[in-house]
């Protein structure tokens, strides 16, 4: 059962990050299209600002979610850890998972609110909903809580199998099970 909820998870987190690569890339042809528009013809796209702006913050809160999943916040090390005792370093990891869990409820909370105030505002040139602009935050606030959950319960996978999806060592058949470890 572990191991088919983290192949389940494992697909999801490669979906996301190729997910957040094509807004990466389409925000740069967008602003790099408009540029050309402006400079060269004396005409924008009228919508490009907005669309550029939505999948800026879609890529950062996607961002935030997965740097959760590869423990990639930002850690000030007062103590040195390997000087600390096991259960001190422990309890540390249990806090620091505890803290995101809590902030992924405020994502969670406070962006359904969001959501939900927004979604009768119209975005000008898209004539878009503006809730859609923010809709990722409460997503982004229940991966936050999920990948801390996973932290705690330490069925975390960090990033071994994405890094390798990612470079083509291993085929998505090994990635999702069936494969050598």
């Given at each position: 059962m572990k191991k088919l909820i983290l192949r389940i998870i494992n697909s999801f987190h490669v979906i996301l990050m190729e997910l957040a690569q094509l807004m990466i890339i389409a925000m740069v042809v967008?602003?790099?299209?408009?540029?050309?528009m402006r400079y060269v013809f004396n005409s924008g796209l009228l919508w490009s600002e907005e669309v550029s702006l939505l999948l800026c913050v879609w890529f950062i809160f996607i961002s935030i979610g997965l740097g959760v999943k590869q423990k990639l916040n930002i850690v000030i090390n007062v103590l040195p850890?390997?000087?600390l005792p096991a259960w001190l370093n422990k309890g540390l990891e249990l806090m620091g998972s505890l803290i995101t869990i809590f902030i992924g409820g405020v994502f969670l909370f406070y962006g359904t609110t969001l959501v939900r105030f927004t979604m009768t505002s119209i975005m000008p040139a898209t004539r878009w909903p503006a809730g859609i602009l923010y809709a990722i935050v409460p997503f982004s606030g229940l991966l936050m809580i999920l990948e801390s959950l996973l932290h705690i319960i330490k069925w975390d996978t960090y990033d071994r199998n994405i890094d390798e999806y990612l470079s083509g060592d291993r085929k998505m058949k090994q990635l999702f099970g069936g494969g050598n470890e």
């Open positions: 967008i602003v790099f299209a408009n540029v050309i850890a390997d000087k």
